[in-house]
């Protein structure tokens, strides 16, 4: 079967670390995606990892180990803006599968 | 930039009626797709397609037809509009079919089944 677990919602102040885990079992693996959907509008693309190991970019980094079908979505410097959902998304054949999201809350 | 582009933005409609739902790409990609998207549930998938006049199930396809004549259009269809059908709907384009290309999505269209 497929499954993909994050969080439902997290919390943390402006300014802050936050790191979000998903974990996923999923057949026929590619790659791994996190999108950003702020409330009533599309998710966009955030980053993508499909070997083991940490891909970096700004503020946001994400993490992907495939034998233990975890990765984890580091956000730095938190800001007020960055309060969203933020969605863990497998690759495999054609098909891209999500998880629920975790929504995050940025408080001042 | 890619822009994926639903049609309506939000639809009411009644039980047992006929519902389109169109999507169009101006990005020349392979791949579209059909999500739909329910809180606590997440997306789920419910076609996709490859090809023009190709297409696939997805996870929930029951209840939902899809149509792709031309290369830049994907159609949703609801055959006969059910309560259970009442969701965001977003549409979503890729390059490769999502291996190493993120999805685009279109702003989503609220439909209300009453």
């Known amino acids: 079967g497929q499954n993909i677990d994050q969080p439902t919602e997290m919390t943390a102040t402006e300014g802050a670390i936050v790191q979000i885990n998903c974990t996923y079992q999923?057949?026929?693996?590619?790659?791994l995606f996190w999108y950003q959907q702020h409330a009533g509008e599309a998710p966009t693309f955030l980053s993508y990892?499909?070997?083991?190991g940490l891909e970096e970019k700004g503020r946001f980094s994400s993490f992907l180990s495939r034998s233990k079908g975890y990765s984890y979505l580091l956000l730095k410097e938190l800001q007020m803006k960055d309060s969203a959902s933020y969605l863990c998304?497998?690759?495999?054949?054609?098909?891209?599968?999500f998880g629920a999201g975790t929504r995050l809350f940025v408080k001042a | 930039d890619v822009k994926v582009t639903q049609s309506s933005r939000y639809l009411v409609k009644r039980t047992g009626e006929k519902v389109f739902l169109e999507c169009v790409q101006d990005?020349?990609?392979?791949?579209m797709f059909w999500y739909r998207q329910d809180p606590g549930l997440g997306l789920r998938l419910i076609y996709f397609?490859?090809?023009?006049?190709?297409?696939e199930k997805g996870d929930i396809p029951e209840g939902y037809s899809v149509s792709r004549e031309k290369k830049e259009r994907f159609s949703l269809i609801l055959e006969s509009a059910s309560t259970n059908q009442t969701s965001m709907y977003l549409c979503?384009?890729?390059?490769?079919?999502?291996?190493?290309?993120?999805?685009?999505f279109g702003n989503g269209t609220r439909l209300t089944v009453t």
């Open positions: 979503a384009s890729s390059f490769d079919g999502g291996h190493n290309s993120p999805l685009h």
């Open positions: 999923t057949s026929g693996f590619n790659g």
């Open positions: 990892n499909v070997l083991d």
């Open positions: 998304a497998t690759t495999g054949g054609f098909k891209t599968i």
């Open positions: 990005m020349d990609h392979e791949n």
């Open positions: 397609s490859y090809d023009v006049k190709m297409k």
